[in-house]
């Protein structure tokens, strides 16, 4: 389609603009999101039109939000005079930055829509934006600030934004404050609202809180309303964060026939992921090749992890071998997979291979902080913080204090081939979430909860000393992974060692 729409642009364009249908031909444009089409639309646009008309800036803003191309929008967001740029204008671009993957400067673009000339009021519209960027964060001021926008507004309430809202504060490690939503929305409304059910059930899910999240989607069910692909698979992910494959199996199996929802590939990955962590590898894998989708990158990697994870070393290796480019082009945490079974493997030429192409550019892991509304963000052996000789003798104190405890270093977890021991240990204590519980430790009151946002999976060591910190301390130490949260405390993990 692409290509067609490219050969004969100028014709079609022209002839749309005749006809005075430049708004709707550039909405059109945006669906198909190509860079080119964008770039090429908005140059005959600004040759053709007056600059003065909202709904053609609202337009091309919109082309390159939902293509991605933010310093494109940014740069046409700035040709917009200040009286032309309407909550639709700010919306936009606060969409395009989340979009590129730039949640805080989405932030920061709301809070200047509100402060700049006097402010333009947010629509419903804006606060899903925001609430998106929230969540991608992970932290729970920006969603308590942007929750009481709503409530100003008399918009916290409307369905859209209360979703978004109990969807943010789960993400965001406040369940209890999603919950607090959900139960008042429930008794207010006295009926049973698909999106905001399935944004709680999705957080109850990612909290580890599988009972009480399928409880809710078998009520949901029988109310008589219709899940969505959505609900789906939060009720399956909730099988995955506990390890129900009968469970998962049959809400998998009903999925058309009961609930009248088409399966799709996100359902598949669930139970990919399910049946690989409870160790059914044969079964993953048959779930995998006889799906009728292509796989993706993180179904694939799951399937590696798994496999790494059971010892199934060969199974690991054959499946590294047979997709490659889905595992590399992904992201730096499938670096470390890879590292980990080719060291699983002793192989440590290829591990060594591996390492080279980790350090030419990929990060493989960060953990985010915030501590008196500041974000702070930490990478294994990072030495860039400017508390960092503190951090470190900090993480000193603990690692004696754990060791005091019988805390035996998991030398496994070590990426690299280090010979030494000494060394693989010491390489082990600066993981980046450490780094960010200790940041954490110096700089807020004894007994204060620690939240950090970890963009990879924990590993073992982490989530050992992680237990027995909460207890030493006595402290709730709250980790958001990239698969679900994991709640510390008084030396027990609410995954219950199931990750
Ligand atoms: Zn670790
Ligand atoms: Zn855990």
């Given at each position: ?274 049946l690989?962590?409870?160790?059914r590898?044969d079964e993953a894998e048959e779930f995998v090749r006889g799906m ?208």
């Open positions: 389609m692409e290509v067609v729409l490219s050969s004969s642009l100028d014709q079609q364009l022209h002839a749309q603009l005749i006809k005075n249908e430049l708004p709707s031909l550039l909405s059109s444009a945006a669906l198909l999101r190509s860079h080119s089409i964008s770039r090429q639309i908005h140059a005959l646009t600004v040759k053709t039109v007056s600059s003065s008309c909202n709904l053609l800036h609202n337009s091309l803003l919109r082309l390159y939000s939902t293509s991605s191309q933010f310093p494109s929008a940014l740069k046409l967001f700035d040709t917009i005079p200040h009286s032309h740029r309407d909550a639709v204008t700010w919306t936009l671009l606060i969409s395009a930055a989340t979009e590129s993957n730039r949640p805080s400067l989405a932030l920061r673009i709301f809070d200047s829509m509100q402060a700049q000339h006097g402010g333009v009021l947010p629509n419903a519209a804006t606060l899903l934006s925001v609430l998106r960027a929230c969540a991608v964060i992970g932290f729970p001021s920006a969603v308590r600030r942007a929750h009481v926008v709503a409530t100003r507004l008399g918009l916290a309430s409307e369905p859209s934004v209360l979703t978004a809202l109990i969807d943010a504060y789960s993400k965001c490690g406040r369940l209890n404050l999603a919950e607090r939503l959900f139960n008042k929305h429930i008794a207010s409304t006295n009926e049973t609202d698909v999106f905001s059910t399935t944004a709680f059930i999705a957080g109850l899910a990612s909290h580890g809180r599988s009972a009480e999240a399928l409880r809710l989607f078998y009520e949901l069910v029988e109310s008589g309303a219709k899940p969505d692909g959505r609900t789906v698979t939060a009720a399956l992910s909730a099988c995955r964060s506990s390890g129900m494959v009968c469970e998962g199996y049959r809400i998998f199996n009903s999925c058309t026939s009961k609930f009248g929802v088409e399966r799709r590939i996100e359902h598949y990955g669930c139970m990919v992921d399910l690989a962590r409870a160790g590898l009728p989708f292509e796989p993706d990158p993180v179904m694939w990697r799951n399937l590696v992890w798994a496999s790494n994870l059971h010892k199934d070393i060969d199974r690991a290796k054959r499946l590294i071998k047979e997709r490659p480019s889905l595992l590399l082009e992904e992201d730096g945490g499938s670096y470390v997979l890879i590292g980990n079974v080719y060291a699983s493997a002793e192989n440590w030429e290829e591990k060594a291979r591996i390492r080279r192409r980790m350090t030419t550019g990929k990060v493989p892991g960060c953990s985010r902080i915030e501590v008196k509304g500041i974000v702070h963000e930490f990478e294994a052996g990072d030495s860039k913080h400017p508390e960092g000789a503190s951090i470190y003798r900090k993480w000193e104190e603990v690692m004696e204090e754990l060791r005091t405890e019988g805390h035996v270093p998991r030398l496994s977890e070590v990426l690299l081939d280090v010979e030494d021991e000494g060394e693989k240990a010491l390489q082990l204590q600066h993981h980046s979430e450490k780094l960010a519980v200790a940041f954490g430790l110096i700089s807020t009151r004894p007994g204060e909860d620690i939240l950090v946002v970890k963009n990879l999976r924990a590993c073992e060591d982490c989530h050992d000393a992680m237990k027995l910190l909460s207890r030493i301390h006595g402290r709730k130490i709250v980790i958001r992974d990239r698969i679900r949260f994991h709640h510390f405390s008084n030396g027990a993990c609410s995954c219950r060692d199931y990750w």
